[in-house]
């Protein structure tokens, strides 16, 4: 069966450090891959998706950045966090072609 | 563009009373339509989904309709338990856009 795994759960960081949030899915080949961002009192924003090694697509200009160095792992990284960067960020991945998303517990995020 | 519009929360509801969370989406082909649920401190699940027009989704006592009529998907559940209490998400996947897009999402509290 397949798994999705997220880390860390937990991360407080002070404003200006780097960021590196690690997703793996197991029992799958070519995933489709996902970042979420969910802000407090917000809804669920797409970040990057990725729909193989290499290939990230952004659909919002930030402060973040995304990458693909293996078929089934996707690390979201930051240079400098900004404030605005706290929030619980989600990582999901699909069947290729397909729409279901299969998302990981989440990583909440703390930006001091 | 594509988009879903859920209705504004929080809801709170008494054990047992009848549940509607309304969800209208805007879309320019023919896409899938989704609730994901999140409970507290948790990545989401998918709930149900349909796929085409007059489909009806469900899962744990939950329902929703596809209405191509008037662009929406609105859940329902009959009788609700403490243990629904969580946020849900509306969601729609175009075929072939490799990604789905989500609603804010509607926090549903219910007390015994």
């Known amino acids: 069966s397949q798994t999705i795994h997220q880390w860390p759960a937990t991360l407080v960081q002070p404003v200006g450090s780097p960021l590196s949030l690690e997703c793996t899915v197991e029992?799958?080949?070519?995933?489709?891959l996902y970042w979420y961002r969910q802000a407090a009192g917000r809804g669920l924003q797409l970040l990057f998706y990725?729909?193989?090694?290499?290939?990230i697509s952004s659909e919002v200009p930030q402060n973040l950045s995304a990458s693909r160095p293996q078929d089934r792992q996707f690390i979201l990284s930051s240079k400098k966090l900004l404030l605005s960067d706290s929030g619980f960020y989600l990582c999901?991945?699909?069947?290729?072609?397909?729409?279901?998303?299969?998302f990981g517990a989440g990583s909440r995020l703390t930006v001091l | 563009g594509d988009s879903v519009t859920q209705m504004e929360g929080p809801v709170t509801l008494s054990e047992e009373a009848f549940l509607t969370i309304n969800c209208t989406y805007t879309?320019?082909?023919?896409?899938?339509l989704f609730w994901y649920v999140q409970y507290p401190g948790e990545g989401l699940q998918l709930l149900l989904k349909?796929?085409?027009?007059?489909d009806k989704g469900s899962n744990k006592g939950f329902e929703a309709t596809y209405r191509k009529e008037t662009t929406s998907f609105h859940l329902e559940k009959g009788s609700v338990q403490v243990s629904d209490s969580a946020v849900y998400f509306c969601?729609?996947?175009?075929?072939?856009?490799?990604?789905?897009?989500f609603g804010q999402g509607t926090r549903l509290t219910i007390n015994p």
């Open positions: 999901a991945w699909s069947v290729t072609g397909a729409n279901v998303l299969t």
């Open positions: 029992g799958t080949s070519n995933p489709n």
């Open positions: 990725s729909v193989g090694i290499g290939q």
């Open positions: 879309a320019t082909g023919y896409p899938s």
């Open positions: 349909a796929t085409k027009a007059d």
């Open positions: 969601a729609l996947g175009i075929q072939g856009a490799q990604k789905l897009v």
